[in-house]
Protein backbone atom coordinates (compact mmCIF):
# COMPACT_ATOMS: atom_id res chain seq x y z
CA UNK A 1 0.00 0.00 0.00
CA UNK A 2 1.26 3.52 -0.68
CA UNK A 3 -0.26 6.63 0.26
CA UNK A 4 1.13 10.38 -0.13
CA UNK A 5 1.71 11.01 3.51
CA UNK A 6 2.74 13.97 5.96
CA UNK A 7 3.64 13.84 9.34
CA UNK A 8 3.62 17.01 11.69
CA UNK A 9 4.56 18.24 15.06
CA UNK A 10 1.99 19.89 16.74
CA UNK A 11 2.78 22.72 19.42
CA UNK A 12 4.60 25.27 16.55
CA UNK A 13 3.89 23.94 14.00
CA UNK A 14 0.15 23.23 13.41
CA UNK A 15 -0.67 25.90 17.21
CA UNK A 16 0.96 28.31 18.86
CA UNK A 17 3.63 27.07 21.42
CA UNK A 18 3.85 27.76 24.96
CA UNK A 19 6.60 27.80 27.56
CA UNK A 20 4.55 27.09 30.23
CA UNK A 21 2.47 23.66 28.06
CA UNK A 22 -0.58 24.38 25.92
CA UNK A 23 -3.21 22.64 28.52
CA UNK A 24 -6.83 23.41 27.42
CA UNK A 25 -8.66 23.70 24.19
CA UNK A 26 -8.76 28.00 25.21
CA UNK A 27 -4.59 27.73 24.89
CA UNK A 28 -4.88 25.89 21.99
CA UNK A 29 -4.34 28.49 19.60
CA UNK A 30 -3.68 28.03 15.48
CA UNK A 31 -0.84 29.23 13.86
CA UNK A 32 -1.73 31.95 10.91
CA UNK A 33 -2.53 29.59 7.71
CA UNK A 34 -1.61 26.40 9.46
CA UNK A 35 -5.41 24.89 9.44
CA UNK A 36 -5.62 26.02 5.84
CA UNK A 37 -2.72 24.80 4.57
CA UNK A 38 -3.57 20.74 6.07
CA UNK A 39 -6.50 21.42 4.28
CA UNK A 40 -4.67 22.49 0.86
CA UNK A 41 -2.69 19.09 1.58
CA UNK A 42 -6.06 17.05 1.85
CA UNK A 43 -7.18 18.19 -1.40
CA UNK A 44 -4.02 17.24 -3.04
CA UNK A 45 -4.47 13.93 -1.72
CA UNK A 46 -1.58 14.18 0.55
CA UNK A 47 -2.54 12.38 4.28
CA UNK A 48 -1.56 14.04 7.45
CA UNK A 49 -0.63 12.66 10.88
CA UNK A 50 0.47 14.28 13.68
CA UNK A 51 3.29 13.66 16.41
CA UNK A 52 3.61 15.19 19.44
CA UNK A 53 5.30 15.20 22.41
CA UNK A 54 2.78 15.38 25.30
CA UNK A 55 5.16 15.41 28.80
CA UNK A 56 2.31 18.03 30.20
CA UNK A 57 -0.07 14.79 30.60
CA UNK A 58 2.80 12.97 32.17
CA UNK A 59 3.36 15.80 34.69
CA UNK A 60 -0.02 15.94 35.60
CA UNK A 61 -1.12 19.48 33.82
CA UNK A 62 -3.75 18.26 32.21
CA UNK A 63 -5.51 14.98 31.92
CA UNK A 64 -6.37 12.62 28.80
CA UNK A 65 -9.89 14.28 28.56
CA UNK A 66 -8.34 17.53 28.44
CA UNK A 67 -6.09 16.45 25.41
CA UNK A 68 -8.90 14.95 23.53
CA UNK A 69 -10.77 18.39 24.12
CA UNK A 70 -7.29 20.13 22.28
CA UNK A 71 -8.04 17.46 19.17
CA UNK A 72 -11.69 17.77 19.29
CA UNK A 73 -11.27 21.83 18.65
CA UNK A 74 -8.13 21.07 16.42
CA UNK A 75 -10.23 18.73 14.03
CA UNK A 76 -13.71 21.14 14.40
CA UNK A 77 -11.46 23.74 13.21
CA UNK A 78 -10.07 22.17 10.23
CA UNK A 79 -13.34 20.72 9.10
CA UNK A 80 -14.25 24.21 8.86
CA UNK A 81 -11.66 24.99 6.50
CA UNK A 82 -12.25 21.56 4.82
CA UNK A 83 -9.21 20.01 6.14
CA UNK A 84 -8.59 16.80 8.41
CA UNK A 85 -6.04 14.93 10.71
CA UNK A 86 -5.93 11.55 9.79
CA UNK A 87 -4.21 10.25 12.98
CA UNK A 88 -2.41 11.39 16.35
CA UNK A 89 0.24 9.56 17.84
CA UNK A 90 1.41 11.11 21.37
CA UNK A 91 4.07 10.58 24.35
CA UNK A 92 3.31 11.64 27.55
CA UNK A 93 5.86 10.71 29.13
CA UNK A 94 8.47 13.31 30.31
CA UNK A 95 12.75 13.17 29.57
CA UNK A 96 13.00 11.07 32.87
CA UNK A 97 10.68 8.25 31.77
CA UNK A 98 13.65 7.29 29.10
CA UNK A 99 11.09 6.24 27.29
CA UNK A 100 11.11 5.01 23.26
CA UNK A 101 8.34 7.04 21.91
CA UNK A 102 9.77 10.45 23.19
CA UNK A 103 11.25 12.85 20.42
CA UNK A 104 14.45 12.61 19.47
CA UNK A 105 13.84 9.00 19.68
CA UNK A 106 11.97 7.69 16.87
CA UNK A 107 8.99 5.20 18.96
CA UNK A 108 6.31 7.12 17.81
CA UNK A 109 7.43 6.86 14.33
CA UNK A 110 7.92 3.37 14.02
CA UNK A 111 4.25 3.05 16.06
CA UNK A 112 3.09 5.41 12.36
CA UNK A 113 4.65 3.03 9.83
CA UNK A 114 3.19 0.02 12.06
CA UNK A 115 -0.39 0.92 12.57
CA UNK A 116 -0.70 2.02 8.68
CA UNK A 117 1.60 -0.89 7.38
CA UNK A 118 4.13 1.94 5.58
CA UNK A 119 8.02 2.29 5.27
CA UNK A 120 8.24 6.21 6.20
CA UNK A 121 11.47 6.49 3.62
CA UNK A 122 11.01 9.24 2.12
CA UNK A 123 8.05 10.58 4.07
CA UNK A 124 8.01 14.54 5.37
CA UNK A 125 8.24 14.98 8.33
CA UNK A 126 7.24 18.70 9.36
CA UNK A 127 8.46 20.30 13.25
CA UNK A 128 9.45 23.73 14.81
CA UNK A 129 12.44 21.97 16.66
CA UNK A 130 15.67 19.77 15.90
CA UNK A 131 14.57 16.79 17.86
CA UNK A 132 11.37 16.67 15.63
CA UNK A 133 12.96 16.42 12.45
CA UNK A 134 15.86 14.05 14.71
CA UNK A 135 12.89 11.74 15.27
CA UNK A 136 12.09 11.13 11.64
CA UNK A 137 15.04 11.01 10.30
CA UNK A 138 15.70 7.93 12.22
CA UNK A 139 13.44 6.10 10.11
CA UNK A 140 14.17 7.72 6.90
CA UNK A 141 11.97 10.52 6.59
CA UNK A 142 12.95 13.91 4.76
CA UNK A 143 13.12 16.76 7.19
CA UNK A 144 11.72 20.43 7.12
CA UNK A 145 12.23 22.74 9.68
CA UNK A 146 9.11 25.83 9.86
CA UNK A 147 10.62 28.66 11.35
CA UNK A 148 7.34 29.36 13.60
CA UNK A 149 7.37 27.99 17.54
CA UNK A 150 10.61 27.22 18.58
CA UNK A 151 11.75 27.02 15.04
CA UNK A 152 11.29 31.26 14.72
CA UNK A 153 14.67 31.55 16.79
CA UNK A 154 16.72 30.16 13.61
CA UNK A 155 15.16 32.50 11.04
CA UNK A 156 17.44 33.92 8.70
CA UNK A 157 20.43 32.08 10.18
CA UNK A 158 22.23 29.00 9.24
CA UNK A 159 20.89 25.51 10.94
CA UNK A 160 23.14 25.38 13.70
CA UNK A 161 25.30 21.87 13.87
CA UNK A 162 23.35 18.84 14.69
CA UNK A 163 20.41 19.50 12.13
CA UNK A 164 20.36 16.63 9.76
CA UNK A 165 22.10 17.95 6.63
CA UNK A 166 19.00 17.51 4.10
CA UNK A 167 16.72 19.96 6.17
CA UNK A 168 14.53 21.82 3.91
CA UNK A 169 13.50 25.27 6.10
CA UNK A 170 10.32 26.74 5.15
CA UNK A 171 9.13 30.35 7.01
CA UNK A 172 5.34 28.28 7.98
CA UNK A 173 3.56 25.42 7.88
CA UNK A 174 1.81 27.22 4.63
CA UNK A 175 5.21 28.11 2.93
CA UNK A 176 5.94 24.45 3.09
CA UNK A 177 2.85 23.15 1.53
CA UNK A 178 3.55 25.62 -1.05
CA UNK A 179 7.21 24.11 -1.86
CA UNK A 180 5.53 20.52 -1.61
CA UNK A 181 2.65 21.09 -4.09
CA UNK A 182 4.36 23.04 -6.22
CA UNK A 183 8.17 23.57 -6.04
CA UNK A 184 9.23 20.03 -4.78
CA UNK A 185 11.22 17.61 -6.76
CA UNK A 186 9.05 15.70 -7.97
CA UNK A 187 9.54 11.56 -9.40
CA UNK A 188 10.54 10.61 -13.04
CA UNK A 189 6.90 8.95 -13.44
CA UNK A 190 5.48 11.71 -12.53
CA UNK A 191 6.74 14.61 -14.55
Known amino acids: MSIKLVILDRDGTINQDRDDYVKSPQEWVPLPGALEAIARL ?3 GWHVVVVSN ?5 RGL ?16 LAGVGGRIDAVFFCPHGPEDQCQCRKPLPGLFEQIGERL ?20 VQVGCVPHLVHTGKGAALRGMALPEGFPSQ ?8 AFV ?6 APKPAAAR
Not at 117 to 136: E, F, I, M, N
Open 42 to 44: NHA
Open 54 to 58: QSGLG
Open 62 to 77: FDMATLNAMHAKMNKL
Open 117 to 136: GLDLQGTHVVGDSLRDLQAG
Open 167 to 174: THTHADLA
Open 178 to 183: DWLLDD
